[in-house]
């Protein structure tokens, strides 16, 4: 059992907090610990799974070269069950008891647009991989960072790849209701019309409803031409693809990864409702020409080395939670554990490569994801949690 | 001989709240903020739990759904204060404003409770927590649909942190102020009564519409303002935060408690609240095991952590009680009595479908009289005293008092004209006091309004010391003073009839319908009970007595009517129906 | 558009209406509304995918299986929840009780079974023609069981016992009937009712433990509305809800279409409390 295991228990709570009240000097061989809040259970927890996977892998790597000179990372998890009343309690520990260097997390939208308030108020510095653009603002989060692409940047590359390369002008645009699912059709469907597309239907429909057919008639009966769904429940995208399946309609499916991940296959009635879908990816993580780029191929054998399971998640998550770790660890290796010193060291990483992507923050901009590393990819086509670049790329 | 017992009784109550707010308000001491954000978590359910708890412990209406209250309030509070639909509005103004809206829907959601049975009224709160959800997405111009809205920041001096852990704390101690307040006034035990015996609390003329909405105002506003603070704690609200999971956490939290409590659920919700962070491998069963509590609880042990907490009810009672009626009593009970009125039934008739309940009557009842009702099963006597208790709606004839008519199927109109009953199957209350049960009978005496008993205004608390001495008083004449404070449903059967008496009793009433009061009473207790009814009705009380015990009957009335397959069979003196070849050979017997 | 609001609309109301006569079935046999209504639902869905797409099963033994399992746990429901509450039914301890069943067996779904959705098989192996077997067979569920308990009502023993038991528990007591066993196949026939609903409708509805809260609410519509214990009004009921909801669904939206429905609910509610076709029901002394 290790420490992360007692210290989800009631007992090792009463230590801690023993040991808070005692303020020890820091030794040089105490552990660094790392506030971590992925969702592990609930609805929305595939995405954690996958991350937490590469986090842990990280995490043990850094460990075992050294740790960060000499200090090994602690890294805490505390499930936030896709509950952001959840992730309320658990940046309270983790900031404030727990005294944690740095918060890696939540990673979803709903839990992190409660999260970073609270994080930016207790001063502690902050990476997440959330979309929603609203969660990145250098004035009110000053200490907060995103290591992946914002909703427009993800929302750019689907759009360029329906109006651009597949030309098509009618599109229904659809979500469900959650804070990320509306959030996007929010800020696509303007985008779309300025590209000189048409949105034909734009609408936000709730995950449970389990007959999706009066949507997509009024979809066919707008004269769409393409579906663009954005949603991360797969129940809701597969339900979507067998309807389409279901009433014949060819027209193609651009849209959100989970469009393509294991659960959402799981759900299909037929493998073919899986083809004409592509979902979004990111360059780092696609087959060009069956070939993965250099550092996700030596990823992969990695993975594969430390039996780390790919049926049930995607490439890039797994990556994304790795590359994270390793720029956390080389901030606090460069510039120590005090706040305002990791916060400046992050405004000075500069096109950092990934295995996942690419990443440059500065002072005025934490958003640090390249759009040209935004890509759409063939959901038919996976093959260890990666696809196929959709043709056109 | 009261005294000492009621302060020593204050004492017991008032030292668990005492610890808790002492524990309350030495938690900043430590300066933990993560148990900081725990108390404030608990805090804040627990503003809503203590309104809800006077809804569900109470008055015993299953609201299932409350959380579209902690909804309301949250976003009311949130946008106001955002400023994005209106001025930017002042917190703490905005936070009143929740209150208010929380209130309204409290009232709109209670609305089909005040006339429907109970499980449409569950089902109609689960319909609303599933569409406020639904709309808080729809309506994203003010709520910001499904990526939410920012929450109130409180000014000084309740700032972030340890200001607001106050706030919370201070709200939290005045909703149990009120909500104990309204729940140890005469209207909690009125909801009780609801809750167990709604047919005695008519009887004592309980008007349930007008209190529960009452009721259902408070546990509205109390769970709007609990929402203005839980979107300030969240920092950030989406509609996924108010989820069906919350609201059978705050109902589970109240049942687990124990009904009719106040300690007992404020106990349930902190547990509830605080179980989940120190027991995270459960987390995942928390529900499975709530409910689980939930069905435990309902099966074997239906008092909460209340009942487990009650040590004086575990005392043994003494063996081989006696009930020594005290009838020297009485003519302080029923106070200065009026001039003796009378209630004339004039060719009643009643049916049902085909069947002749009731074929056409004529019973005059006097002042100071006891007249006696007998006559075989299904003669129609316990329905006659219906039709007077206001249950049924004569198909013919009249109902008039002295002289005036007496309105139909009124039950809780009846207790104002002073005409009190008693039941063929006690009505009881089994887990509050001998004395409560008795006091629900002298509700309708009460002078102080609602809002004076919130506040325990001066009205309000002589108003508890009146009607408590009086119940005393009343025990005492029935002979029951010695069990005054014992817990009703650990009483023999026999001394259940004697409390349903001093119940009725409490009212003063004019006229005293007793349903089969010596019934499962022994022969001794009969000749106790036939010499109270004989005192009491000559304080001037018409009495009217339904009975099988020929003896008793004869003893004691000094009219009686004889009822056969729903007509008079014969009526006169005892002595005249004695002699009545008819009723001897029919149902006398002899 | 017409063609998805009546076929969709009916099939999503006979659903509901068996729902409703599985509330009715146990009402009229105990007094008691009861929360597994929608549990029994759920489950004839989740256990008939874990039966055919988990196990393998042939659909038909499939079904036989669901049912059987829904008439044990209708029992369970009686015996667990309903028999130890019933002398108590003025305070209506059953709401309790059946509400904490239904949630333990929900949270147990959600955990063993997972929190999404699942497809469910098709079961009749025929190409679908104009009308799809996710449409017609709920529809054919719900004849079959009005027919059934109809027969059972009128040409049976059994079933005038039942009948009786409904009408005046004690007065058929008092003619020595078993009322406790009686009871008891009530609830076993409830069970196979709320499960077959289920099982016909999850290609519609697929096999989800949320199921549960969505089929209590919509089954209860009908019975509230068309008056409890009148399984006529819960079939009429549960028809025209399918397809109000469905018609209000393709024309402005689900949201739209949930918040008609509960608007429609309340309002009825308020206005005639005993429902549109029900009896004033009599006094409690």
Redesign the interface.
């Known amino acids: 059992m290790n420490r992360r295991q007692i210290l989800a228990g009631s007992a090792a709570g009463i230590a801690a907090m023993a040991t808070g009240l005692a303020a020890p000097a820091l030794a040089q061989s105490e552990p660094i610990k790392i506030g971590y809040l992925p969702a592990l259970t609930g609805p929305s927890s595939s995405t954690g799974i996958g991350m937490t996977r590469g986090t842990e892998l990280a995490v043990a790597a850094i460990n075992s070269s050294g740790g960060i000179n000499g200090r090994p990372i602690e890294l805490i998890i505390r499930d936030t069950q896709s509950d952001p009343t959840k992730a309320v309690n658990a940046v309270a520990e983790l900031t404030q008891r727990q005294r944690a260097s740095l918060i890696w997390g939540p990673l979803n939208s709903g839990e992190a647009l409660a999260a970073t308030p609270l994080v930016a108020r207790n001063g502690v510095p902050m990476v997440h991989p959330c979309w929603v653009d609203e969660l990145i603002d250098v004035k009110k989060y000053p200490m907060s960072f995103r290591n992946a692409p914002t909703n427009t940047q993800v929302g750019g590359g689907a759009n360029h790849y329906v109006v651009d390369v597949l030309k098509l002008k009618k599109v229904a645009v659809i979500s469900d209701t959650t804070g990320y699912g509306t959030a996007s059709v929010n800020t696509y469907v303007p985008m779309l019309r300025a590209k000189g597309a048409e949105v034909v239907y734009s609408n936000h429909v709730d995950a449970a409803n389990p007959d999706l057919r009066p949507e997509l008639m009024r979809m066919r009966a707008a004269g769409a031409e393409v579906i663009m769904p954005w949603s991360v429940n797969a129940g809701f995208l597969s339900r979507i693809l067998n309807t389409r399946g279901a009433m014949g309609w060819d027209v193609p499916v651009v849209g959100q990864t989970t469009l393509g991940s294991g659960q959402t296959r799981a759900l299909l009635e037929k493998p073919e409702f899986w083809n004409r879908v592509y979902s979004n990816n990111f360059r780092n993580c696609c087959y060009a020409n069956g070939q993965l780029p250099a550092s996700a191929a030596e990823f992969v054998t990695r993975l594969k080395g430390a039996r780390v399971e790919f049926n049930d998640t995607l490439l890039w998550w797994v990556a994304n939670g790795w590359d994270a770790m390793f720029i956390i660890a080389e901030a606090l290796k460069a510039a120590g554990t005090k706040a305002q010193d990791v916060v400046n060291h992050f405004q000075r990483v500069n096109r950092r490569p990934g295995v996942f992507g690419t990443i440059s923050w500065t002072a005025d901009q934490h958003n640090g994801f390249l759009d040209s590393e935004v890509v759409m990819c063939e959901v038919n086509s996976l093959r260890d949690g990666a696809f196929n670049l959709a043709p056109g790329y | 001989m009261s005294g000492v017992a009621s302060s020593q009784r204050k004492l017991m109550t008032s030292l668990p709240w005492l610890a808790l707010g002492l524990v309350a308000l030495l938690l900043p001491l430590f300066d933990d903020a993560y148990v900081g954000v725990i108390a404030q978590r608990a805090f804040i359910y627990w503003i809503l739990s203590a309104g809800l708890n006077l809804l569900v412990g109470f008055a015993g209406q299953i609201a299932i759904g409350w959380v579209p209250m902690l909804t309301l309030g949250a976003y009311t509070t949130a946008v106001l204060t955002a400023g994005t639909v209106t001025e930017e509005w002042n917190a703490y103004l905005a936070l009143a404003a929740g209150g208010v809206v929380g209130a309204v829907f409290g009232v709109i959601i209670g609305l089909p409770a005040l006339r429907l049975r109970t499980f449409y009224f569950a089902m109609t709160t689960l319909g609303f927590t599933t569409i406020t959800t639904q709309v808080a997405l729809a309506w994203k111009s003010v709520t910001g649909g499904g990526v939410g809205t920012p929450g109130p920041v409180f000014p000084w001096p309740f700032e972030p942190g340890w200001g607001f852990y106050y706030l919370c704390l201070l709200l939290a101690a005045v909703a149990t102020w009120m909500t104990a307040n309204v729940g140890a006034s005469r209207f909690g035990r009125a909801l009780i009564a609801l809750r167990d015996a709604e047919v005695a609390a008519e009887a004592s003329g309980i008007a349930k519409p007008r209190l529960l909405v009452l009721i259902f105002l408070l546990a509205g506003a109390l769970g709007g303002v609990a929402g203005g603070l839980f979107a300030s704690l969240q920092s950030y609200i989406t509609p996924d935060a108010f989820s069906f999971e919350m609201s059978v956490l705050f109902f589970i939290a109240i049942l687990i408690g124990g009904r009719g409590s106040i300690l007992g659920p404020a106990l349930g919700t902190i547990i509830l609240t605080a179980l989940p962070e120190f027991a995270a491998p459960l987390v995942q069963w928390s529900t499975f095991l709530y409910a689980a509590l939930l069905l435990l609880i309902v099966l074997i042990i239906p008092g909460g952590i209340a009942a487990l907490l009650d040590f004086s009810n575990r005392r043994p009672l003494p063996q081989h009680r006696e009930i020594l009626p005290q009838p020297s009593l009485l003519r302080a009970v029923l106070g200065r009595q009026q001039a003796p009125q009378q209630l004339d039934l004039r060719g009643i008739e009643l049916h049902f479908g085909g069947v002749r309940a009731i074929d056409g009557i004529d019973v005059s009842i006097k002042g100071g009289e006891v007249h006696g009702l007998i006559g075989p099963n299904g003669s129609g006597k316990t329905t006659t005293l219906n039709v007077i208790s206001g249950y049924y709606r004569p198909t013919a004839g009249t109902l008039s008092l002295d002289g005036g008519a007496l309105a139909a199927e009124a039950p809780p109109l009846r207790a104002a004209h002073r005409i009190a009953r008693t039941f063929q199957t006690p009505r009881l209350i089994g887990d509050v006091s001998v004395l409560e049960n008795v006091m629900i009978g002298g509700t309708l005496d009460g002078r102080a309004s609602f809002v004076e008993s919130l506040l325990t205004l001066p009205r309000h608390r002589a108003d508890e010391v009146t009607l408590r001495a009086a119940g005393l008083q009343a025990l005492a004449a029935v002979g029951l003073d010695a069990l005054a404070e014992v817990r009703a449903d650990r009483l023999q059967h026999s001394e259940l009839r004697f409390m349903e008496i001093a119940r009725a009793l409490m009212l003063r009433p004019a006229f005293l319908l007793l349903d089969e009061p010596a019934a499962g009473l022994s022969a001794e207790e009969i000749r106790r009970l036939g010499a109270l009814i004989k005192a009491i009705s000559r304080e001037g009380v018409a009495v009217l007595l339904v009975e099988h015990h020929a003896d008793l009957i004869f003893d004691i009335c000094d009219h009686v009517t004889v009822l056969n397959l729903g007509k008079v069979l014969a009526a006169g003196t005892p002595a005249e129906i004695r002699s009545h070849r008819e009723v001897v050979s029919a149902y006398l017997g002899a | 558009?017409l063609e998805?609001i009546v076929s969709?609309g009916l099939a999503?109301g006979a659903v509901y209406a068996l729902i409703g006569i599985t509330y009715n079935v146990m009402y009229s046999a105990s007094r008691v509304?009861s929360f597994t209504a929608g549990m029994l639902g759920m489950l004839g869905g989740v256990l008939g995918a874990v039966f055919i797409s988990r196990l393998g099963l042939n659909a038909a033994v499939a079904l036989v299986l669901v049912l059987a399992c829904g008439a044990v746990i209708g029992m369970v429901t009686e015996v667990?929840?309903v028999r130890?509450?019933l002398k108590s039914i003025?305070?209506?301890?059953y709401?309790?009780?059946t509400?904490?069943?239904a949630?333990?067996v929900?949270?147990?779904t959600a955990?063993e079974f997972g929190?999404?959705?699942?497809?469910f098989p098709v079961l009749v192996p025929i190409e679908s023609g104009w009308l799809d077997q996710k449409f017609w067979l709920p529809l054919l569920a719900c004849a079959v069981t009005i027919v059934g308990l109809e027969l059972l009502y009128r040409r049976t023993l059994i079933g005038r016992a039942f009948l009786a038991i409904a009408e005046d528990s004690y007065a058929a007591r008092a003619l020595g009937l078993p009322e406790t066993r009686l009871r008891l196949a009530c609830y076993a026939i409830a069970g196979v009712i709320g499960a077959l609903a289920g099982f016909t409708g999850a290609q519609?509805?697929?096999a989800?433990f949320?199921?549960q809260?969505?089929l209590?609410?919509y089954g209860?519509v009908p019975v509230?509305l068309g008056g409890m214990g009148s399984n006529r009004g819960a079939v009429v009921g549960g028809l025209a809800l399918g397809l109000f909801q469905?018609a209000a669904?393709?024309m402005f939206?689900?949201?739209h279409a949930?918040?008609a429905v509960?608007v429609v609910?309340?309002v009825v509610?308020?206005l005639r409390?005993e429902g549109l076709a029900g009896a004033v029901s009599g006094?409690?002394?």
């Open positions: 558009m998805s969709y999503i509304f667990l929840t130890p509450v003025e305070q209506h301890l709401v309790l009780s509400l904490a069943f949630l333990m929900q949270q147990v955990i929190t999404e959705a699942q497809p519609m509805l697929l989800y949320g199921n809260a969505i209590n609410f209860f509230a469905q669904a393709v939206g689900g949201l949930a918040i509960f609910f309340i509610l308020l409390p006094r409690r002394v």
